[in-house]
């Protein structure tokens, strides 16, 4: 069994749409009709995008799963000696047989042409939409502009639609005109049903000068189709690609008039961990907005989700459809006492020889590794580069140490220095060291000198989970100051569900992610 992945072009004139359906022809009807008869055998064909009647495209992608021998690069040869000349496969390759057109993250761009002339041209009339009214171009740019970002899309989406999360990111929007022809042109990371067309008819609408450009501000912030323009024809609207996104953000902020968050995802492919932290959200829109984040962040391969709510209204146990949150931890400043640390200081007993050795340029690989290990299991840690090392190296108030005994390096020391306040930033010991009392020894060490340095504060962030490091600092005189965040987890219930379904029978081929977009 293989799977075959096709980048199909076409004209959507006379096609009901992409999707199969009883009362016209369609462009997957034409597709299977032309795999069935070229393999012999039942075909299900998925396609990444459900175009709508009329719509034409120069780059859609579908799947199929087959036993053929026939290799996946020439079906598109094949294939197009089969189809009408309005539909042409570009393209075609073998993925993996977990590859899903609908479940890999992606960027889609649509193309939408407007012949703006007194005078039509026929060359023109299945491609583009004629207008003859003169249309400002720049007011549709300064209009278009506020569609950038994340916003709910709502007010630019069908009412006839089912769908319940109607947030999309758009990455780019340009307004062009060359001669007679303006294209407006979109890309983004998925859309709703008919929402390019919304956009586009609201468009026209303001450059007319029938609404200022301002006024496309106002229909995005009222989430209601009644206040956006009319739907354009289908036939000015191609689909130009839709392009796999190959790396995963480390890091992504979204700051609009709903939301504020921030979406972490620099351990999602190496510990299967995603931090969200929402900063401010409206209240009305907080579940929907976890929920969909949640799912995002769980899509894009994190197997555990950490949520701190700054405005603190999760709990535990909160169930959004098969999310469920629990109470990890606490994150809890401490602040050191010294007069404690000096009555605990001589019950202590003698330390053993351990080292603070100065990190430079030759143990920044070291440094890294030992970090990265000796917090791998630690709630909220979070995973360093070389990179991030080497800027730590040059950043005056910070400092490095790894930790020896002997001829072994055990752990590693960071320290950030204000004046006569310091911030111990980490303090960890590899796995296969801990419990021989080495944290100890270097807490002491530390401290000792700081006492020495009549340092006024030390303070550090520990987990309450984190119940063995806790424990040392309280041992060493340190005093709970504050709570920092608190922060609950989640997992993907019903994907995990689906994992061990898969176990059984890998691969499947199915088509139940729900309605996509039909534009």
């Known amino acids: 069994m293989k799977r075959v992945k096709l980048v199909i072009a076409y004209d959507g004139t006379n096609y009901c749409g992409w999707q199969v359906q009883p009362n016209g022809v369609t462009i997957e009807e034409k597709l299977t009709e032309a795999l069935e008869h070229l393999l012999g055998e039942r075909v299900m064909l998925i396609g990444a995008s459900r175009t709508d009647s009329g719509v034409h495209a120069l780059g859609n992608v579908a799947v199929f799963d087959t036993e053929s021998r026939i290799p996946a690069d020439k079906f598109c040869l094949a294939l197009n000696q089969r189809l009408p000349s309005d539909i042409v496969v570009q393209e075609s390759c073998q993925v993996p047989l977990s590859w899903h057109p609908r479940k890999c993250r992606s960027v889609k761009t649509y193309e939408y042409k407007i012949l703006n002339r007194k005078i039509p041209l026929p060359g023109c009339r299945l491609d583009s939409y004629f207008f003859y009214m003169d249309l400002d171009v720049d007011k549709m740019r300064q209009a278009a502009v506020c569609l950038l970002g994340e916003h709910d899309f709502k007010s630019f989406c069908s009412i ?52 200022p450009p301002e006024y496309m501000e106002e229909v995005l912030e009222a989430r209601d189709r ?82 701190f709510d700054r405005e603190g209204r999760l709990s535990d146990g909160l169930t959004l459809q098969y999310f469920t949150y629990h109470f990890d931890t606490r994150m809890d400043v401490l602040i050191w006492k010294p007069e404690k640390y000096v009555s605990y200081r001589g019950s202590m007993g003698e330390e053993s020889t351990v080292s603070l050795i100065p990190l430079g340029e030759e143990r920044v690989e070291e440094y890294c590794a030992i970090y990265n290990e000796g917090f791998r299991m630690v709630p909220n840690s979070r995973t360093s580069t070389p990179e991030d090392i080497r800027a730590m ?45 080495y944290g100890t020894q270097i807490m002491r060490r530390l401290l000792d000198q700081f006492l020495k340095w ?47 379904d898969q176990e059984e029978m890998p691969g499947a081929l199915t088509d139940e992610i729900g309605k996509d977009e039909k534009l």
């Not at 983004?188 to 390019?196: A, D, E, P």
Request: charged share 30%; glycine share 8%; net charge neutral.
């Open 160 to 211: 006839h639609t089912s769908v319940e999360d109607t947030v999309r990111t758009l990455y780019d929007v340009t307004v062009e005109k060359e001669g007679d022809m303006i294209t407006i042109r979109m890309s983004g990371n998925g859309f709703l049903y008919n929402m390019v067309r919304i956009i586009v008819g609201t468009l026209v609408r303001i450059g007319t000068g029938y609404w």
């Open 226 to 307: 009644s206040k956006a323009g009319p739907k354009a024809p289908a036939h000015g609207l191609t689909l130009i690609s839709i392009g796999e996104e190959t790396e995963l953000p480390e890091e992504t902020e979204v700051e609009n008039s709903m939301i504020h968050y921030r979406l972490i995802q620099r351990e999602t492919l190496n510990k299967g961990k995603a931090y969200l932290i929402i900063d401010r959200c409206r209240e009305q829109d907080f579940a929907a907005s976890l929920l969909r984040l949640s799912k995002q962040a769980t899509r894009n391969g994190a197997q555990k989700l950490y949520v």
């Open 393 to 437: 190296l040059k950043d005056r108030d910070r400092s490095g140490f790894v930790i020896g005994v002997g001829e072994m390096s055990v752990g590693i020391v960071e320290v950030c220095w204000e004046e006569n306040r310091i911030m111990l930033d980490a303090l960890a010991i590899l796995p296969e060291y801990r419990r021989k009392g």
């Open 454 to 500: 009549d340092v006024s504060e030390i303070t550090l962030i520990v987990a309450s989970a984190n119940h063995e490091a806790y424990r040392l600092y309280e041992s060493m005189g340190f005093e709970w100051k504050e709570t920092k965040s608190v922060w609950y987890v989640t997992e993907d219930q019903r994907r995990n569900r689906l994992r061990a």
